[in-house]
């Protein structure tokens, strides 16, 4: 009959436990795990196999969702999207981000607000493009609607300076072309940042006349 030797440390990762079954490793476990399952050195092993094959693998694809968000922070949607396109099966996916969005790990709302004021502030997005970016990673419409007007609101953002704005900092990097080029270039960067076409004539008449220098 199969029992535990030992519950060690992983040397993997940390903040998880090896359990070996007769000075073999079985399964990588959380603490929260052997407190819940009473495993212990000493154990019989065999009726706890499954269960425990079970709960290693649900952790395994939460730590990895946790991996993910770490490096750049994800709408619930587009983490469950990429992590069932790294082959990992939906309903341990749907466990993990449940278990994520418990925690407040894992936010639409607040990812939604972070990242619009990144990019109005930041790149000089239009409320249209950053719609169709947070829509693009996931975020409902609504929240995603209701997070841009907090942040425009927040940060006392007129559309039509930001885009003034980013004209001229779009300029410093045009400043050696000539009129009709460098206007062309201002105009494609600027329709990519899915400003109107009334704005972005608007921004570029007010930078051309302008007294102010771009190096400024």
Known sequence: MASITAIVPSVRKAGRFDVLVDGRHEATVSLEIIERMGLAAG???DALRADVEREAALLATYDRALNMLALRARSARELRRQLVKKGEPADRVDAAIARLVAAGLLDDAAFARQ?????????????????????????????????????FAEEALDEGAV??????????????????????RLYAFLARRGYDLDDIRHAIRAVAASDIDPDE
């Open 43 to 45: 154990r019989a092993y």
């Open 115 to 151: 990242f619009a004021r990144s990019k109005a502030t930041g790149a000089g997005m239009s409320r249209r493009r950053i719609q169709q970016e947070l829509a693009r990673r996931g975020v409902a419409r609504d929240v995603g609607d209701g997070a841009i007007a907090d942040v």
């Open 163 to 184: 885009v003034e704005q980013a004209a001229r900092k779009k300029l410093r990097s045009l400043k050696n072309l000539d009129a009709e080029t460098r206007n062309r």
